[in-house]
């Protein structure tokens, strides 16, 4: 991620100091900048004068001095609060007063990491989508006390990025991510139940999105989700997580070290040669799959685009989205919520707030309470409201 946003960064004209943990990880972030302008040039999207220029603008190294008189500092380092807390100390060491803080941090509430910065007003979460250089999505993430300036800054990097920028509150996982999530969670029971890989993924395509969970789950990586649920864990306790998920991912990640795409193996395997494919042993992990023909296609597609929406639903009662279409724009852009629909929002109004309800309730009779609607969907349900009517474009209000 941190070679990423060095990369767009330095395309978009910034001079970019990059820090890693040691020398021989920042060349290897600097490697990974050369070889995406490399596929540019190789394509005629880019000339080697604009390949030069860009590398040309990247230092990388482990030595925190280059961040000196840096404007804005955008930390990637692991989903881990003493990691993260350790960088933020090396770069306050040697950074002027008025820097803008960032954190590109995964789901860690801004509030809370902003606390070890030594001004709450200039921490402000700038949270990228992975693969950096494709995704047009970025979501700015305000802390309880981030201040006009730090989300002045922030907004104003992200459209020299030329990405399209969505503002939210801070909450665990923000908003793209606690949709996300849910996908990825939906998924993983799916496969605890016996509902063949493959399975899960065409249907997720059937639904409307563009990747299947399980891919997507590899390019974000599994070690990273792992991390989250133990950083879930560490600040909520045990029932913040799913024990099944947990048990997916640690025989993944802990027992048989498949991290997804980035090393080769996740749920899918990645051949030096030829095109990724499902990995035949998810079923040592899982058990073996049911017959495709006793499960209910369409049902599985409800759960899976009804669980993200759900979750933003949760968002809007909860103040995180408070402009309705940047919660639609966001799901679209951001993790590619069936674009048909509209987004997470326009696919509840699309379908009726009292149907929607009505469908939630059932699935959460067969399936469990993640599915329960919180009150303000029972309440729109009752009054027969739209999200885009009870808080229309020029309302930004709170549920």
């Not at 009804?306 to 103040?319: F, I, K």
């Not at 149907?355 to 309730?361: E, G, M, P, R, S």
Request: charged share 25%; proline share 5%.
């Amino acid at each position: 991620m941190g070679a990423g946003i060095a990369y767009v960064t330095a395309a978009a004209g910034i001079e970019v100091a990059m820090i890693d943990r040691d020398a021989d990880s920042a060349r290897k972030g600097h490697a990974l900048c050369e070889k995406l302008v490399a596929d540019r040039v190789r394509k005629g999207r880019a000339s080697p004068a604009d390949r030069d220029a860009l590398l040309g603008r990247i230092t990388a190294g482990d030595d925190y001095a280059a961040l000196t008189g840096c404007d804005l500092v955008i930390e990637a380092v692991f989903e881990d609060r003493g990691v993260k807390r350790a960088a933020m100390d090396k770069a306050a060491a040697v950074l002027g007063p008025d820097t803008v803080f960032a954190s590109n941090t995964s789901t860690l509430p801004i509030t809370s990491l902003a606390e070890g910065w030594r001004a709450p007003e200039d921490f402000i979460g700038i949270h990228f989508f992975s693969p950096v250089e494709k995704m047009m999505l970025v979501e700015v993430i305000l802390g309880a006390k981030t201040g006009d300036r730090a989300l002045a800054v922030a907004l104003d990097y992200v459209r020299a990025l030329r990405r399209t920028p969505i503002v939210v509150n801070d909450s665990r996982g923000f908003y793209a991510n606690r949709c996300v999530t849910r996908y990825l969670l939906e998924a993983h029971l799916m496969l605890a139940e016996g509902v063949p890989p493959a399975m899960i993924e065409n249907v997720a395509r059937m639904a409307g999105m563009p990747v299947g969970p399980l891919a997507l789950n590899d390019e974000i990586a599994l070690d990273l989700a792992w991390k989250i649920l133990q950083a879930a864990k560490a600040d909520l306790g045990d029932d913040a997580v799913d024990p099944r998920q947990e048990a997916l991912l640690r025989e993944m990640v802990v027992a048989r070290g498949r991290l997804g795409r980035k090393s080769g193996a996740g749920f899918y395997d990645y051949p030096d040669k030829g095109q990724k494919r499902l990995w035949p042993g998810l079923a040592e992990v899982v058990g073996p799959s049911r017959p495709a023909d006793e499960f209910d296609v369409a049902e599985l597609k409800r759960r899976l685009l009804v669980t993200q929406a759900l979750e933003a639903a949760r968002c809007v009662e909860e103040g995180v989205v408070t402009d309705m279409r940047e919660a639609d724009v966001g799901a679209i852009l951001g993790f590619g919520f069936a674009p048909f629909t509209g987004g997470t929002l326009s696919y509840i109004d699309g379908m009726g707030t009292p149907a929607f309800v009505a469908l939630c309730d059932r699935l959460a009779e067969a399936h469990g309470a993640r599915f329960a609607p919180p009150a303000l969907l029972r309440e729109m349900a009752a009054r027969g409201e739209s999200f885009y009517g009870r808080f229309p474009p020029s309302v930004r209000a709170a549920a």
